[in-house]
């Protein structure tokens, strides 16, 4: 069989894999550094002893670069921690401040508020016992509002927490003791799914596209579940399509240089079609014909096919088929040389399907042959288009 082919490409070079991951792992260390920088910043606020230094290696080797990442989310765990405890023992030094203070005829807050039960007797003996359930549950609190991150939020339900203390109604105590337990709470839920949204978002680090700032902006204001599953779908769905383009790029690179070393020629390169990034390379051994190799990146396929570039007999159009069909394969041949692995997944009989015609040719700028819309050249109908 020796018509139409398409070959299946994997990029499996360990050279450009490591590249990569090695240009996201960068990225992804410079976010950790931001990270960082304004955890440290909040720390200096309760002042906090500074945090072990993480260095930028020098040089950034593929071990560096790993063991950099590894520095930075420790250290970062470490911040997070330190700050949830200097925050709460802020909160907890203010809160025991308010609890001692007396008004101006001597008599503690706490003692302001009357009993929930009037009509109970050993009303003060109650009272003692509801305010110390009242605190007891306002400092269980306080420990999931040191947890939040965010000092405008942290700081609001500090003086919420503060208030509570302060009022004369222990009914309206435990009313206000509920909106501030339900507002921490649903706080630090928004703060995970934040943490889970950014966290995805590191994905596409490496990523300087419109629609990665965008996600990563998404990310940024991330407070639900349902936040975190979308941004987490279009996030893989970005990074697949990038690494689909990479890989064609990485293709299109080494299938230019295994041609020439085929005895190819390829004046004009690669253009962008409406199938992708299609080149029109002659032989001398076949005059009047050149063999179109098309690249597409959704599919991860490299589709190959005979176009006939004068008048030609359907006789002749077979020959060059057959003859070229050795050299086609040599090409996909030659780029698992490149790290580039390719398996043949459709092929046709010689003849089996018209071969495309253009009146010019793709040698010394006389035209591509590419499947671009130009002078005396057919555009092959998309089901040709895939062999």
Same mark, same amino acid.
């Given at each position: 069989m020796s018509g139409p082919k398409g070959f299946g490409y994997e990029v499996i070079s360990p050279g450009e894999l490591r590249r990569r991951e090695d240009r996201a792992r960068r990225a992804r260390c410079g976010l950790?550094?931001?990270?960082?920088?304004?955890?440290?910043a909040q720390l200096a606020a309760y002042a906090s002893p500074p945090l072990p230094a993480v260095r930028e290696p020098v040089p950034k080797t593929h071990e560096a670069l790993i063991a950099w990442e590894a520095a930075l989310t420790e250290t970062i765990d470490a911040a997070r921690a330190r700050l949830r405890t200097?925050?709460?023992?802020? @909160?907890?030094? %203010? =809160?025991?401040? $308010? &609890?001692? +203070?007396?008004d101006a005829a001597g008599v503690s807050l706490g003692e302001r508020l009357a009993p929930s039960d009037t009509s109970a007797t050993n009303g003060s003996d109650r009272l003692a016992a509801d305010v110390d359930r009242l605190n007891t549950? /306002? *400092?269980? #609190? #306080?420990? #999931? #509002?040191?947890?939040? %991150?965010? !000092?405008? @939020?942290?700081?609001?339900?500090?003086?919420?927490?503060i208030g509570i203390g302060q009022l004369s109604s222990l009914a309206q105590a435990k009313g206000d003791l509920l909106t501030l337990k339900t507002r921490a709470v649903g706080a630090l839920r928004a703060q995970d799914c934040?943490?889970?949204?950014l966290n995805a978002?590191?994905?596409?680090?490496?990523? *300087?596209?419109?629609?990665?700032?965008? =996600?990563?902006?998404?990310?940024?204001?991330a407070s639900t579940d349902?936040?975190?599953?979308? @941004? +987490?779908?279009?996030? +893989?769905?970005?990074k697949a399509a990038q690494t689909k383009a990479a890989d064609a790029e990485f293709v299109e690179a080494a299938l230019a240089e295994v041609l020439a070393e085929a005895g190819f020629k390829v004046a004009e390169g690669f253009d962008l079609s409406d199938f992708g990034r299609v080149a029109l390379a002659e032989h001398e051994d076949h005059p009047g014909y050149g063999v179109r190799f098309q690249v597409s990146p959704?599919?991860?396929?490299?589709?190959?096919?005979?176009? +006939?570039? &004068?008048?030609?007999? !359907?006789e002749d159009d077979a020959r060059v088929e057959r003859e070229?069909?050795?050299? /086609?394969?040599?090409?996909?041949? %030659? =780029?698992?040389? %490149?790290? @580039?692995?390719?398996? =043949?997944? /459709?092929? &046709?009989? !010689?003849?089996?399907? !018209?071969?495309?015609? $253009?009146?010019?040719?793709a040698v010394g700028g006389r035209g591509t042959g590419t499947g671009k819309k130009k002078h005396g050249q057919r555009r092959a109908a998309p089901r040709e288009r895939s062999a």
């Open positions: 950790h550094q931001l990270t960082l920088a304004r955890l440290t200097a925050s709460s023992e802020a @909160i907890m030094a %203010r =809160l025991t401040a $308010s &609890r001692l +203070a007396v549950d /306002v *400092d269980r #609190v #306080v420990e #999931v #509002v040191a947890s939040l %991150r965010d !000092p405008k @939020i942290r700081e609001e339900l500090t003086a919420a927490a934040r943490d889970l949204a978002v590191l994905e596409i680090a490496d990523i *300087d596209s419109q629609e990665a700032n965008r =996600l990563r902006a998404l990310a940024d204001g349902a936040d975190v599953s979308l @941004i +987490a779908r279009e996030v +893989a769905a970005h959704e599919s991860g396929m490299l589709f190959t096919r005979v176009v +006939a570039q &004068r008048a030609t007999t !359907p070229t069909c050795a050299k /086609v394969h040599g090409v996909a041949g %030659r =780029l698992r040389d %490149r790290g @580039i692995g390719t398996e =043949l997944r /459709v092929e &046709r009989q !010689p003849g089996e399907r !018209p071969v495309d015609r $253009s009146e010019t040719s």
